[in-house]
């Protein structure tokens, strides 16, 4: 019986740049058509550290060189922008390699809002640094002109903060859904979605804000009804004691022992720690539901129960 399979790819399943990301796609591809050719469902969630990066600082230049004829992009456009060229992207390798395996599926990217609190702690503290580094002039007029939160990084210059709140649900969730019912690959909430709060009537407002994609997922794969959440990194398993010399590497991880080794700080914040966390709350959020955390070109296997970390109750 196949699987309705909720997969996060990280950073490495899109590498750092343009041409980077286009050779990357490939590799990715074949990993998930091979859970597709295994009968299993899927549903592909990415992030998009880099290419908003590279997006974000492109749209600061422009504004930079003629700022009589731009103003400052919103994080939330830079967020919808990168969804955009990574979906293309992904929707091409993954068409060739279905069609190299005479597999006829169609793929499509769902741009994604994703609802945020305005009321979340995180946006009175804001902690992710992002886009290029500016001087204490740049900084000072952002933060007169557009309310910009600027910290100085360790000497090297002045950086915009944004808040890294948590999602709370997909605005398109239903089209997202209806999509899957009529057997098509989605891609969606890349980057954690577009982060938006409801505000008078219908309207969504972007926030200035960036969502662990790790999080997002755990979100999508709940609100598709996922049976398993796959996160695909850049190691094959969750260790503790993570690069000292009694560093163990772990088959199984059920909720409680992980909230004991999160509690013992043996997973980095911003990388491990929220994939355990989205692992731990999708695991528990029905029975029956499975995580696993492994490298992409072990997807396969891991899903065979092979490798990876597996998290359930
Ligand atoms: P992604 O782009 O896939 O989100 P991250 O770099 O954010 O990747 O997170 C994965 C990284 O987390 C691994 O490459 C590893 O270096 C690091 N890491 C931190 N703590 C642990 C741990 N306890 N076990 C395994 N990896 C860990
Ligand atoms: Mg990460």
Redesign the pocket.
């Known amino acids: 019986m196949g699987k309705r399979i909720v997969i996060a790819l ?3 399943a899109l590498g750092n740049n343009l041409p980077e990301q286009m050779i990357a796609v490939k590799q990715t591809a074949k990993a998930i058509v091979d859970l597709i050719e295994e009968g299993h469902e899927v549903i592909i969630a990415h ?1 998009n ?1 880099p290419q908003v990066g590279m997006i974000q600082k492109a749209m600061a230049e422009l504004t930079r060189s003629e700022p009589e004829k731009y103003i400052p992009c919103p994080l939330s456009v830079c967020v919808a922008m990168s969804q955009g060229y990574i979906g293309y992207d992904l929707q091409n390798a993954l068409r060739e390699e279905l069609l190299d395996r005479g597999i006829n599926k169609g793929v499509a990217t769902v741009l994604t809002q994703v609802e945020v609190d305005p009321e979340d702690k995180a946006f009175q503290n804001p902690t992710k640094p992002i886009g290029a580094f500016m001087t204490k002039e740049e900084a000072d007029k952002l933060v007169a002109e557009r309310g910009y939160n600027v910290i100085e990084d360790a000497g090297r210059g002045y950086r915009r903060v944004v808040a890294s709140p948590k999602p709370q649900s997909i605005i398109e969730i239903q089209s997202i859904r209806d999509m899957v019912a009529a057997g098509l690959v989605v891609v969606a909430c890349g980057g954690g979605g577009i982060p938006v709060y409801k505000t008078e009537g219908h309207h969504l407002k972007g926030a200035a804000a960036v969502i662990d ?2 999080f997002a997922s755990c979100v999508l794969a709940q609100q598709v009804e996922a049976d398993t959440l796959i ?5 094959e ?4 004691n ?1 690069g000292k010399p009694d560093e163990k590497w772990l088959d199984e991880l059920t909720p409680d022992e992980a909230r004991k080794y999160i509690g013992e700080g ?3 914040p ?4 929220p ?1 355990v966390q989205a692992a731990v709350e999708f695991a528990e959020s029905a029975p029956g539901r499975s995580a696993l955390i492994t490298l992409l070109e072990k997807a396969k296997d891991g899903v065979a129960g092979k490798t990876g970390t597996a998290i359930h109750q």
């Open positions: 990280g950073g490495n992030g550290g994609k790790d996160i695909l990194t850049a190691v398993k969750v260790a503790i993570f043996h997973f980095a911003g990388s491990m720690l994939k």
